[in-house]
Structure formats: C-alpha cells, structure tokens
C-alpha cells in the first residue's frame, strides 16, 4: 500500500486523472451535442468549464509535473475562450503576494475598488458595485463586470506593445477549439452562455475567499465545503491553506488542513453557508476601508 501511495503523489495520477476527465467529457459533449437536451447541454458545459478554470490553476502552480512547458500544454488549451492562459498564470502569481492581497491595481484578481474611484463613481455605478459584493450579484454580472474591465485593458496594452505573446499562444490553439465546435455543430450562442455560466461557477469560489483587513487571518478564508464543490475547485475552497502552501497538489490540501492547527481566522461551514449569509447582503464595503482610513 505504501508503494502505491508514494507513485501515486510521485506521479500525480489523481492530477491526470481529472485532466482525462475534463477533456474526456469536453469532447464526449461537443461530439453528441446534437443529441442533448439544450437545457442539460449549457449547464454541464458550463460545469466542465470551470472544473477546466481549476485544473489551469493546479498547472499553474506546478502540477502534474515539474516541467512547465507539459503543465502549460495541459492547461493552456483555451475552452473557455476568453482568457489566455499566459495573462492568467501571470496575474495569478502577483496574486499570491499575501502582503498585497485585496489592494486594487495591486493585486490583480481583488474586487475593491480605490477611494479615489469610489468618490467620482456615479449612483447607479456604486449600485451595481455594492450589487457584485452580493453572492447573486457576482453569479449575474459579475462576469460581465469582469468582462468589461478585461478587454478594454487588454486592448490598451497590446496598443503598447504588451502580451502580444500571451495573445499569439493563445489565439493559435483557440483556432482549433472554435474549428472544433463548429464541426460538432455545437451553435456559438450555446457555448457563449456557457463561458459566462462557467465564469459565474468561478465567482463563487472566489467571491468570499478573500477579505479586506488588517490581520493577515482576516484576509484568506477557508470555506469547508464537501463534494462535489471541493473536486469542483480542486479544494481551492480551503483557500487559505492553499495560500501558506501554494506548492502542495490539490490532493493534498485537505489532508494538509486537518494537520494544521485548527483555522481561527476568516471561515465558512460550506458554500451554503455563504448563500445564507450573503445571497442579497455585501460580504464588503466595494471600497477597500483601508483606503479611507
């Protein structure tokens, strides 16, 4: 048993095995589209994808192998269509500088917004930004917000001279992903509904794992959530654990969790607990209050 314990973490197999399954089923599904219901379709679409989201973030962080190059290969192929893997992995990295986390402009995947930028907004802009601090404002539009924020950015900077790499690894393999559907007739409005939907998934995970505050235990949650949730986010539910061990597979995070003292800081019971607690109700001011100290 032990043997196998060990190739089995040696070699990630629980790592492949989800990589099998993801594209797997990604291409069981584009293949008999045609003989799916479309209101089963869209959703288990939109499920895949975001499961894909959680394997591109295991890659990213060094798994299944130590070779970036095969990790990138894995997680690069660009289902969800609207994000490069390459600005992804950047952003990402930033975002693991704890001492930065929840700083806008600062870290790149934080939800507040500068003081600055609070006091010019107009009325209906400060509505919708306290509304993406709801958990169904961030399942609804905050995609959209997201969207919007996204590619004006982005055009901006390739105006620059800047990610046109990024663009390129990512623009060539889309190419075959969009072939792909067409020739599975998969319609394009189906599949765009199921991008927004897998990124609405995303958002719940995201949407409490971090908190403006002043001690660091405040900041990163761990959200106790059971199957399929935890396999959905590859147990990047336990996000702060997550975050002292970037390095350990997903596997491993809640075995690391149940070894550690027990968590006194930022924490939920599931993700029920946090639509109890937050489905119409801000999590957070949108401004980040150390801001307006």
């Known amino acids: 048993m032990r043997g196998t314990s060990s190739l089995w973490r040696r070699w990630e197999l629980p790592t492949w095995g989800v990589t099998v399954a993801i594209y797997g089923s990604w291409t069981v599904l584009t293949l008999g589209w045609a003989t799916v219901p479309i209101w089963v379709a869209v959703p288990a679409m939109g499920w895949l994808l975001a499961w894909h989201g959680s394997l591109q973030h295991e890659t990213i962080h060094g798994h299944p192998t130590r070779n970036r190059w095969i990790n990138s290969s894995l997680g690069g192929v660009p289902l969800a269509i609207w994000l490069p893997y390459e600005l992804y992995r950047s952003s990402h990295i930033v975002h693991h500088r704890d001492e930065d986390l929840t700083i806008p402009a600062v870290d790149p995947e934080s939800y507040y917004v500068p003081a600055d930028d609070w006091m010019k907004a107009t009325g209906v802009t400060r509505a919708l930004l306290v509304f993406n601090h709801t958990l169904l404002g961030r399942f609804t539009v905050g995609p959209a917000i997201c969207l919007w924020r996204f590619y004006p950015a982005e055009m901006k900077a390739l105006a620059r001279g800047e990610h046109v790499g990024a663009w390129i690894l990512h623009l060539v393999p889309l190419a075959g992903v969009v072939a792909w559907l067409a020739w599975c007739g998969v319609p394009a409005w189906a599949y765009a509904i199921a991008v927004y939907l897998s990124i609405s998934i995303t958002m719940i995970r995201s ?61 939920y019971r599931g993700y029920t607990d946090v639509l109890g607690r937050f489905l119409w109700k801000p999590v957070d001011r949108p401004v980040r209050f150390m801001d307006l100290a």
């Open 207 to 267: 949407f409490a794992e971090h908190k403006a505050a002043q001690e660091a235990t405040g900041r990163t949650a761990v959200i106790e959530a059971a199957w399929p949730m935890a396999i959905l986010f590859l147990y990047n539910n336990l996000h702060a654990r997550h975050h002292a061990r970037p390095d350990l597979p997903w596997f491993d995070l809640a075995a690391f969790h149940r070894s550690q003292p027990e968590w006194k800081g930022l924490a």
